[in-house]
């Protein structure tokens, strides 16, 4: 039988084209890099045919491959994080990056809080730095395509050590200010200590009117009875397609915290990937996603519960409004020697209307035999009782749809500790409701 061979579509044959081009130039480890896009090209983008993206079929949304973002100036990198929005005067030491690079002159390094040390990473991979090492720390996240992608084209980022409890968070601030749509490829590895202790903010945003494409990884190795906090904003522009992967592997007596909100990009999706690799750690993984138009949101992730003891919480909450399509895909993992372990994840959706759309897929993939595992999935429309209460005391009917949606929204974001971050947040899900209203 002869072997049958897929036709590359426009955007893979431009990505080829770019990988091409630019191998030779690229920092770092041409092997690694070489095998990974090996493995890509084996396969192409994922479709629908594939079961991880089934709901999200990258072939048929990514028509065209936009070009790699090049160096901006240092005058153009500064008007552009002047003018950046996205939890904007939030107290931390902020980590700027424009179009997909990192802007050092940005961050001072002899002034850095105590216990943060930053390496760029395009003079690591250039230098072969030592930390390079931990790269990928979840293993089974290698075979994944947007993984994979990222790894061929990354060629900048930073490095970031965490020793000790440190008080300043630490706000990575992602801007694309390019009017003409280009891709990114970032990546970040932040390597916690034993008994270290950071809180660490994303935020990512581009204009509207611009096909952006980022493709952003931030990897995490929390030591034993660290305590990671990790919040994100997903506010990129109405037609961006933004691709985002945290992968994290979290130590014994370690305590985990990772949220994302997400708002903007036309087609999104973040994928996490997390091993529980020490007894009694604790890990909870929220998410809060608001889209309306014709957005799509795709939360996924895979929680491996590695050791015994271990206890995990996901939940998420998804408002759809217009013909927009909300996507959660969640797998709890317990081998058979993970005994006592303790998993439970939800995810939930409002419909705000009659054409929107909501695809959930929890799973328990389980070989222990003494553990408390649970899942579930909701979906459905605001209380038509409840609005009729609020609407029968004066409050007009879009005011009292948004005083339930936030109160639906937050018991995700509540478990966000900071209260000047916490307050930031809502004020985003606040200008949300306010423009739907």
Not at 352 to 370: C, H, Q, R, T, V
Request: some cysteine; aromatic content about 6%.
């Amino acid at each position: 039988m002869a072997d049958v061979t897929l036709m590359k579509t426009p955007a893979e044959t431009a990505l080829a084209q770019a990988y091409e081009s630019a191998k030779t130039t690229l920092p770092g480890n041409v092997e690694s890099r070489a095998e990974a896009f090996e493995l890509f090209t084996r396969n192409g983008l994922p479709h629908r045919r594939v079961e991880e993206f089934k709901y999200t079929d990258l072939r048929a949304l990514l028509r065209e491959a936009a070009p790699f973002a090049g160096m901006p100036s240092a005058d153009d990198a500064k008007a552009a994080l002047q003018a950046a929005k996205a939890l904007k005067g939030t107290q931390a030491l902020e980590v700027p990056f424009v179009n997909g690079h990192f802007v050092r002159d940005a961050v001072d390094f002899h002034n850095l809080p105590e216990g943060i040390e930053i390496v760029p990473l395009a003079e690591a991979l250039a230098n072969g730095h030592d930390w390079l090492a931990k790269l990928s720390p979840v293993e089974w996240a290698r075979q994944n395509p947007v993984y994979q992608l990222n790894t061929t084209f990354m060629a900048d980022g930073v490095m970031l050590r965490v020793v000790g409890k440190v008080e300043t968070p630490v706000h990575l601030r992602f801007v694309t200010s390019a009017n003409s749509a280009v891709a990114t490829a970032t990546r970040i590895l932040v390597l916690v200590e034993d008994e270290a202790a950071v809180t660490l903010i994303e935020s990512h945003e581009s204009p509207n009117g611009a096909n952006h494409q980022p493709n952003d990884v931030l990897e995490m190795i929390a030591g034993d009875r660290s305590n990671v906090r990790h919040i994100r904003l997903n506010a990129e522009g109405d037609k961006a397609l933004a691709l985002s992967t945290l992968n994290a592997k979290v130590g014994a007596e370690a305590e985990f915290f990772s949220f994302n909100l997400v708002t903007g990009a036309a087609t999104s999706r973040h994928q996490v990937f997390a091993i529980l690799d020490g007894e009694n750690t604790k890990a909870r993984i929220n998410g809060a996603t608001m889209i309306k138009g014709g957005q799509h949101a795709d939360s996924t992730l895979v929680v491996e519960h590695a050791a015994p003891h271990c206890e995990s919480r996901e939940l998420f909450k998804t408002v759809i409004d217009g013909e927009s399509t909300g996507v959660f895909q969640g797998k709890i993992i317990v081998p058979h020697h993970a005994q006592k372990t303790d998993g439970r994840m939800m995810s939930a959706a409002i419909l705000l209307s009659e054409g929107g759309a909501m695809n959930n897929k929890p799973e328990l993939e389980i070989f222990a035999d003494d553990v408390q595992c649970a899942h579930g999935a909701t979906c459905g429309q605001l209380d038509e009782d409840l609005l009729f209460y609020l609407m029968a005391r004066g409050i007009p009917r879009k005011e009292a749809e948004s005083l339930m949606v936030q109160a639906f929204l937050g018991e995700a974001i509540e478990f966000v500790e900071d209260q000047d971050l916490h307050d930031a947040l809502v004020a985003v899900v606040e200008d949300w409701l306010r423009a739907r209203a």
